[in-house]
């Protein structure tokens, strides 16, 4: 825990079905504001950053990917119970597309599927994250634009009174 004195935004970072250019935009983003952040945000779950990640209460979860099965659907729906804010990011996260495509296919192309589907436990439908919990904020784009991020970011560092 941070003391009084050293309040930090505490961010997530949660990857679900998608090609996760956001994360890598993410992670180039962080080469022109580390130094900057660092001191004021905790990244408490980005598995692309770090091998030790925690679980509980966040101010901003930053969810990449559609949702795919009922696991991504329950797990989605825990990181919404511990967020303050949740931002959708991305296309697939946003819109659904283009990891949603298979909602649009004909019947012979849904039976020929169907197994696969079966077998890992996918949903009949992909689902945006809105269609699953409520969105505080949504970047969309594949990937997201850098600076509506970084944007974004700093509009959570000024809400959660963060001090630079």
Partial sequence: MNGPLTKKLQVGWFTFTCC??????????LNDYWQEWRKRIDFVHARILQAKNTEGALDVAFVEGAISSEEQKKRLEKIRGQATWLVA??????????????NQFDEKTKQEIGFILERFHHLDHVLSVK??????????GCPMDPKQFVAVVNKALQHFAIAS
Avoid: H
């Fill in 20 to 29: 996760e250019d956001s994360t890598i935009v993410f992670t180039e983003v």
């Fill in 89 to 102: 990011v991305g296309a697939c996260a946003v819109v659904g597309m283009p990891s949603a495509q298979r």
């Fill in 131 to 140: 269609e699953v919990v409520k969105v505080d904020a949504e970047l969309p």
